[in-house]
């Protein structure tokens, strides 16, 4: 019985891990991506100004909307109605990864 109980506990324990790693590439992915497709313009991190003056940097971007309407924006074609910034499409798979990492912007996960 106690066997059992410990086999399941460990799977759980396991699986949670695997969970947290997953996690941590989607947001590794998504940090890619706005580096490769944002970040000439965009600061995507924490702290420091935007090579573009014009463009916010993205935790400012995060305060003002927060992740949930940024993932809607990705979806249906990111266009700020700005000239200097191009239209993105992103893929779901895609958009999960950058709004995973947007998130960590504000300070949650
Ligand atoms: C060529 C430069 C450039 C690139 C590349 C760029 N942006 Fe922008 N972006 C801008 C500028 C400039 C603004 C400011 C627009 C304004 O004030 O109207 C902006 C504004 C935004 C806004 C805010 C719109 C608003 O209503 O406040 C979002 C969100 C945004 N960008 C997301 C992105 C994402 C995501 C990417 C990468 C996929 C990206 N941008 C790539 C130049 C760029």
Same mark, same amino acid.
């Given at each position: 019985?106690?066997?059992? &109980?410990?086999? /399941?506990?460990?799977? &759980?324990?396991?699986? #949670?891990? /695997?969970?947290?790693?997953?996690? &941590? @590439?989607? %947001? @590794?992915? $998504?940090? #890619?991506?706005? &580096? ?11 702290? $420091? ?5 014009? #463009? ?7 305060? %003002? ?5 940024? @993932?809607?924006?990705?979806?249906? $074609?990111?266009?700020s109605?700005h000239? #200097?910034?191009?239209?993105? /499409? ?8 950058? /709004? ?5 912007? %504000?300070? $949650?996960?």
């Amino acid at each position: 019985m106690r066997a059992i &109980a410990l086999t /399941v506990l460990f799977i &759980a324990a396991a699986d #949670a891990a /695997v969970a947290q790693q997953d996690a &941590a @590439e989607l %947001r @590794e992915r $998504g940090k #890619a991506l706005l &580096a490769e497709k944002c970040s000439r313009c965009h600061q995507i991190g924490t702290t $420091g100004a935007s090579p573009l003056a014009q #463009a916010p940097p993205f935790r400012t971007i995060m305060q %003002r909307y927060g992740p949930q309407s940024l @993932e809607e924006a990705l979806a249906e $074609g990111l266009s700020s109605g700005h000239e #200097a910034m191009p239209e993105f /499409v992103f893929e779901p798979h895609d958009i999960a990864a950058i /709004v995973s990492y947007l998130a960590t912007l %504000r300070g $949650g996960r």
